[in-house]
Protein backbone atom coordinates (compact mmCIF):
# COMPACT_ATOMS: atom_id res chain seq x y z
CA UNK A 1 0.00 0.00 0.00
CA UNK A 2 0.94 3.50 -0.77
CA UNK A 3 2.37 6.01 2.40
CA UNK A 4 0.19 9.05 2.78
CA UNK A 5 1.65 11.88 0.96
CA UNK A 6 1.27 14.86 3.97
CA UNK A 7 2.48 18.00 2.49
CA UNK A 8 0.94 20.51 5.43
CA UNK A 9 1.35 20.87 9.53
CA UNK A 10 -2.29 20.52 9.30
CA UNK A 11 -2.55 17.57 7.74
CA UNK A 12 0.31 15.84 9.94
CA UNK A 13 -1.68 17.04 13.10
CA UNK A 14 -4.71 15.05 11.90
CA UNK A 15 -2.97 12.18 10.80
CA UNK A 16 -1.03 11.69 13.87
CA UNK A 17 -4.02 12.44 16.43
CA UNK A 18 -6.34 9.83 14.82
CA UNK A 19 -3.14 7.57 14.93
CA UNK A 20 -2.87 8.31 18.83
CA UNK A 21 -6.62 8.49 19.02
CA UNK A 22 -6.31 4.41 17.82
CA UNK A 23 -3.86 4.24 20.84
CA UNK A 24 -0.75 3.49 18.22
CA UNK A 25 3.13 4.78 19.36
CA UNK A 26 4.32 6.74 16.96
CA UNK A 27 7.63 6.81 14.91
CA UNK A 28 8.95 9.33 13.20
CA UNK A 29 12.04 8.79 10.56
CA UNK A 30 13.53 12.37 10.12
CA UNK A 31 15.42 12.62 6.46
CA UNK A 32 16.42 15.25 3.77
CA UNK A 33 14.82 12.27 1.04
CA UNK A 34 16.78 10.47 -1.60
CA UNK A 35 16.58 7.40 0.72
CA UNK A 36 18.94 4.58 0.36
CA UNK A 37 19.65 1.15 2.64
CA UNK A 38 20.82 3.30 5.33
CA UNK A 39 17.05 5.35 5.78
CA UNK A 40 15.69 1.86 5.34
CA UNK A 41 17.43 0.43 8.83
CA UNK A 42 16.03 3.79 10.42
CA UNK A 43 12.56 2.69 8.92
CA UNK A 44 12.49 -1.02 9.32
CA UNK A 45 13.71 -0.59 12.92
CA UNK A 46 10.72 2.29 13.43
CA UNK A 47 7.93 -0.25 11.76
CA UNK A 48 9.03 -2.99 14.60
CA UNK A 49 8.93 -0.93 17.40
CA UNK A 50 5.58 1.62 16.73
CA UNK A 51 1.99 1.30 15.30
CA UNK A 52 2.48 4.65 12.87
CA UNK A 53 5.09 5.44 11.11
CA UNK A 54 6.48 9.11 9.76
CA UNK A 55 8.92 10.10 7.61
CA UNK A 56 9.80 13.42 7.20
CA UNK A 57 11.43 14.31 3.92
CA UNK A 58 13.18 17.52 3.81
CA UNK A 59 15.90 19.52 2.23
CA UNK A 60 16.52 21.63 5.34
CA UNK A 61 17.75 25.02 3.80
CA UNK A 62 18.91 26.45 7.30
CA UNK A 63 21.54 23.72 7.99
CA UNK A 64 23.60 23.79 4.59
CA UNK A 65 26.52 26.30 5.05
CA UNK A 66 27.05 26.49 1.16
CA UNK A 67 24.50 27.47 -0.71
CA UNK A 68 25.59 25.25 -4.10
CA UNK A 69 25.70 22.30 -1.78
CA UNK A 70 21.37 23.13 -0.99
CA UNK A 71 20.82 23.51 -4.13
CA UNK A 72 22.51 20.22 -5.70
CA UNK A 73 21.05 18.31 -2.87
CA UNK A 74 19.01 15.47 -4.51
CA UNK A 75 15.38 16.12 -4.67
CA UNK A 76 13.35 12.63 -5.59
CA UNK A 77 10.19 12.63 -3.70
CA UNK A 78 8.10 10.32 -6.28
CA UNK A 79 11.33 7.13 -5.89
CA UNK A 80 11.70 8.51 -1.40
CA UNK A 81 7.14 7.54 -1.68
CA UNK A 82 7.87 3.89 -3.43
CA UNK A 83 10.88 3.49 -1.17
CA UNK A 84 8.69 4.18 1.81
CA UNK A 85 5.44 2.41 0.48
CA UNK A 86 8.10 -0.47 -0.24
CA UNK A 87 8.38 -0.60 3.76
CA UNK A 88 5.05 -0.24 4.81
CA UNK A 89 5.53 3.39 5.61
CA UNK A 90 2.43 4.79 6.78
CA UNK A 91 3.15 8.79 5.95
CA UNK A 92 5.94 10.75 4.51
CA UNK A 93 5.62 14.52 5.60
CA UNK A 94 7.50 16.40 3.06
CA UNK A 95 6.26 19.88 3.13
CA UNK A 96 7.34 22.52 0.91
CA UNK A 97 10.37 25.52 2.15
CA UNK A 98 7.73 28.42 2.62
CA UNK A 99 5.37 25.52 5.16
CA UNK A 100 8.24 24.74 7.26
CA UNK A 101 9.22 28.67 7.33
CA UNK A 102 6.73 31.08 6.45
CA UNK A 103 8.91 34.14 7.66
CA UNK A 104 12.48 34.21 8.60
CA UNK A 105 13.49 32.37 11.78
CA UNK A 106 13.57 34.17 14.80
CA UNK A 107 14.00 31.61 17.35
CA UNK A 108 16.86 28.86 17.23
CA UNK A 109 17.95 25.78 19.02
CA UNK A 110 21.73 25.46 19.58
CA UNK A 111 23.37 23.02 21.55
CA UNK A 112 27.11 24.81 20.95
CA UNK A 113 29.47 22.83 23.02
CA UNK A 114 28.75 19.72 21.55
CA UNK A 115 28.59 21.50 18.02
CA UNK A 116 31.66 23.15 18.53
CA UNK A 117 34.32 20.78 17.37
CA UNK A 118 34.31 18.26 13.66
CA UNK A 119 31.81 18.92 11.16
CA UNK A 120 30.64 22.40 13.33
CA UNK A 121 33.93 24.02 12.80
CA UNK A 122 34.27 23.13 9.33
CA UNK A 123 30.09 24.02 8.71
CA UNK A 124 29.46 26.91 10.61
CA UNK A 125 25.17 27.28 11.53
CA UNK A 126 24.64 23.40 10.46
CA UNK A 127 24.25 22.28 13.68
CA UNK A 128 21.83 24.96 14.50
CA UNK A 129 19.72 24.99 11.68
CA UNK A 130 19.52 20.67 12.22
CA UNK A 131 18.64 21.13 15.67
CA UNK A 132 16.16 23.68 14.82
CA UNK A 133 14.24 21.47 12.19
CA UNK A 134 14.64 18.69 14.38
CA UNK A 135 13.15 20.39 17.09
CA UNK A 136 10.03 21.96 14.85
CA UNK A 137 9.48 18.12 13.09
CA UNK A 138 9.15 16.77 16.98
CA UNK A 139 6.59 19.88 17.47
CA UNK A 140 4.85 18.78 14.72
CA UNK A 141 4.66 15.12 14.23
CA UNK A 142 4.96 14.84 18.15
CA UNK A 143 6.59 11.06 17.99
CA UNK A 144 6.86 8.83 20.91
CA UNK A 145 10.37 7.67 19.15
CA UNK A 146 12.60 9.18 16.59
CA UNK A 147 15.96 6.99 14.55
CA UNK A 148 18.75 8.63 13.71
CA UNK A 149 21.40 7.11 11.95
CA UNK A 150 24.76 6.39 13.80
CA UNK A 151 27.08 7.50 11.16
CA UNK A 152 25.71 11.24 11.77
CA UNK A 153 27.18 10.43 15.16
CA UNK A 154 27.68 14.30 15.89
CA UNK A 155 24.24 15.17 14.94
CA UNK A 156 22.86 12.24 16.78
CA UNK A 157 24.44 13.33 20.26
CA UNK A 158 23.39 17.24 19.66
CA UNK A 159 19.80 16.02 19.58
CA UNK A 160 19.92 13.74 22.17
CA UNK A 161 21.58 16.16 24.26
CA UNK A 162 18.63 18.66 22.78
CA UNK A 163 16.04 16.43 23.99
CA UNK A 164 17.60 15.79 27.48
CA UNK A 165 17.75 19.40 28.45
CA UNK A 166 14.36 20.86 26.56
CA UNK A 167 12.60 17.87 28.09
CA UNK A 168 11.10 16.75 24.97
CA UNK A 169 8.86 13.71 25.03
CA UNK A 170 10.83 11.23 22.40
CA UNK A 171 13.15 8.66 22.54
CA UNK A 172 15.69 9.14 20.49
CA UNK A 173 16.93 5.29 18.93
CA UNK A 174 20.07 5.15 17.40
CA UNK A 175 20.39 2.81 14.69
CA UNK A 176 23.91 1.00 13.57
CA UNK A 177 25.88 2.65 10.45
CA UNK A 178 24.13 0.38 7.26
CA UNK A 179 27.94 -0.09 4.82
CA UNK A 180 28.68 -1.52 1.32
CA UNK A 181 29.98 -4.69 1.06
CA UNK A 182 33.41 -2.91 0.65
CA UNK A 183 32.86 -0.52 4.15
CA UNK A 184 31.86 2.43 2.33
CA UNK A 185 29.16 4.09 5.18
CA UNK A 186 25.57 4.10 3.16
CA UNK A 187 25.06 7.76 2.33
CA UNK A 188 23.31 10.31 -0.10
CA UNK A 189 26.57 11.82 -1.11
CA UNK A 190 27.80 8.71 -2.50
CA UNK A 191 25.70 8.84 -5.48
CA UNK A 192 28.20 11.99 -6.50
CA UNK A 193 31.39 10.53 -6.66
CA UNK A 194 32.26 9.13 -9.99
CA UNK A 195 33.61 5.54 -11.11
CA UNK A 196 37.38 6.17 -9.40
CA UNK A 197 36.21 8.23 -6.50
CA UNK A 198 34.01 5.36 -5.54
CA UNK A 199 36.80 3.15 -5.68
CA UNK A 200 38.48 5.31 -3.45
CA UNK A 201 36.01 6.14 -1.07
CA UNK A 202 36.47 2.80 1.24
CA UNK A 203 39.83 3.75 2.30
CA UNK A 204 38.01 5.71 4.86
CA UNK A 205 36.49 3.18 6.73
CA UNK A 206 39.94 1.23 6.42
CA UNK A 207 40.93 4.35 7.96
CA UNK A 208 39.33 3.78 11.04
CA UNK A 209 39.71 0.59 11.36
CA UNK A 210 43.16 0.69 11.37
CA UNK A 211 42.83 3.18 14.63
CA UNK A 212 40.38 1.27 16.25
CA UNK A 213 42.85 -1.46 15.74
CA UNK A 214 45.48 0.41 17.74
CA UNK A 215 42.90 1.55 20.31
CA UNK A 216 41.82 -2.59 20.78
CA UNK A 217 45.72 -3.67 20.69
CA UNK A 218 46.55 -1.04 23.86
CA UNK A 219 46.87 2.08 22.02
CA UNK A 220 46.35 5.20 24.52
CA UNK A 221 47.97 7.91 22.85
CA UNK A 222 45.21 9.67 20.51
CA UNK A 223 47.86 11.25 18.53
CA UNK A 224 49.32 7.36 17.79
CA UNK A 225 45.67 6.43 16.96
CA UNK A 226 45.43 8.87 14.34
CA UNK A 227 48.79 8.24 12.78
CA UNK A 228 47.15 4.80 12.51
CA UNK A 229 44.38 6.42 10.37
CA UNK A 230 46.24 8.88 8.58
CA UNK A 231 48.84 6.32 7.83
CA UNK A 232 46.50 4.27 5.81
CA UNK A 233 44.49 7.57 3.90
CA UNK A 234 48.08 8.36 2.79
CA UNK A 235 47.84 5.65 0.57
CA UNK A 236 44.89 7.49 -1.57
CA UNK A 237 46.40 10.97 -3.09
CA UNK A 238 42.91 12.26 -3.71
CA UNK A 239 41.74 11.52 -0.38
CA UNK A 240 41.56 14.99 1.30
CA UNK A 241 41.10 14.87 4.86
CA UNK A 242 39.20 17.50 6.70
CA UNK A 243 39.02 16.26 9.95
CA UNK A 244 40.26 12.53 12.05
CA UNK A 245 40.09 13.00 15.17
CA UNK A 246 39.31 10.72 18.64
CA UNK A 247 36.52 12.47 20.75
CA UNK A 248 34.35 11.90 24.15
CA UNK A 249 30.82 11.14 24.45
CA UNK A 250 30.29 15.39 24.78
CA UNK A 251 32.18 15.33 20.73
CA UNK A 252 35.43 16.68 22.61
CA UNK A 253 39.17 15.76 21.41
CA UNK A 254 41.02 14.00 23.41
CA UNK A 255 44.67 13.77 23.89
CA UNK A 256 44.57 10.08 25.80
CA UNK A 257 42.47 7.02 24.87
CA UNK A 258 40.14 6.38 28.13
CA UNK A 259 37.20 4.11 28.36
CA UNK A 260 34.70 4.67 25.13
CA UNK A 261 36.00 6.74 22.46
CA UNK A 262 34.77 7.55 18.81
CA UNK A 263 37.07 8.11 16.52
CA UNK A 264 35.64 10.20 14.20
CA UNK A 265 36.70 11.81 10.14
CA UNK A 266 35.28 13.78 7.20
CA UNK A 267 37.38 13.87 4.17
CA UNK A 268 36.71 14.99 0.63
CA UNK A 269 36.80 12.96 -2.50
CA UNK A 270 36.51 15.74 -4.93
CA UNK A 271 33.53 17.67 -4.70
CA UNK A 272 32.48 15.31 -2.02
CA UNK A 273 32.47 15.40 1.51
CA UNK A 274 32.50 11.63 3.28
CA UNK A 275 31.85 11.33 7.19
CA UNK A 276 32.40 8.42 9.17
CA UNK A 277 32.73 7.19 12.85
CA UNK A 278 33.89 4.21 15.06
CA UNK A 279 33.17 4.00 18.44
CA UNK A 280 35.85 2.11 20.27
CA UNK A 281 36.69 0.73 24.14
CA UNK A 282 40.27 0.97 24.98
CA UNK A 283 41.24 -2.49 26.08
CA UNK A 284 41.88 -1.78 30.38
CA UNK A 285 38.22 -1.03 30.55
CA UNK A 286 36.92 -4.05 28.56
CA UNK A 287 39.68 -6.15 30.35
CA UNK A 288 37.98 -4.64 34.22
CA UNK A 289 34.75 -5.03 33.05
CA UNK A 290 33.09 -7.55 36.02
CA UNK A 291 31.65 -10.36 34.14
CA UNK A 292 34.09 -10.53 31.74
O1 LIG B 1 20.39 13.66 8.84
C1 LIG B 1 19.60 14.30 8.12
O2 LIG B 1 19.14 13.82 7.08
C2 LIG B 1 19.22 15.72 8.52
O3 LIG B 1 20.27 16.37 9.13
C3 LIG B 1 17.95 15.77 9.39
C4 LIG B 1 18.17 15.08 10.73
C5 LIG B 1 16.79 15.12 8.67
C6 LIG B 1 17.58 17.23 9.68
O4 LIG B 1 17.33 17.93 8.52
Same mark, same amino acid.
Not at 108 to 133: I, K, N, Q
Not at 213 to 230: C, H, I, M, P
Not at 253 to 278: H, Y
Given at each position: ??????? =?????????????????? *????? =???? @???????????????????????????????????????????????????????????????????????? =????????? $????????????? %?? #?????????????? +??????????? @? +?????????????? $???????????????????????????????????? #? @??? #???????????????????? %??????? +????????????????? +????? =?????? #??? @?????? *???????????????? %??
Amino acid at each position: MSARLLT =TIAQVREFTGVARRQGHV *IGCVP =TMGD @LHAGHGALIERARTECGSVVVTVFVNPIQFDRQDDYERYTRRLEGDLEFCAARSVDAVFAPAVEEMYPEPMA =TFVDVPDLA $RHLCGEFRPGHFR %GV #ATVVAKLFHIVQPD +AAYFGEKDAQQ @L +AIIQRMVRDLNMAV $RIVPVPTVREPDGLAMSSRNRRLSPEERAAAPVLYR #A @LRA #AENAVVTGERDAAKVKSAAL %GVIAGEP +AMRVEYLEVVDAMMQPV +AEVSG =TVRLVA #AAW @LGQTRL *IDNLACEDQRRREHRP %GR
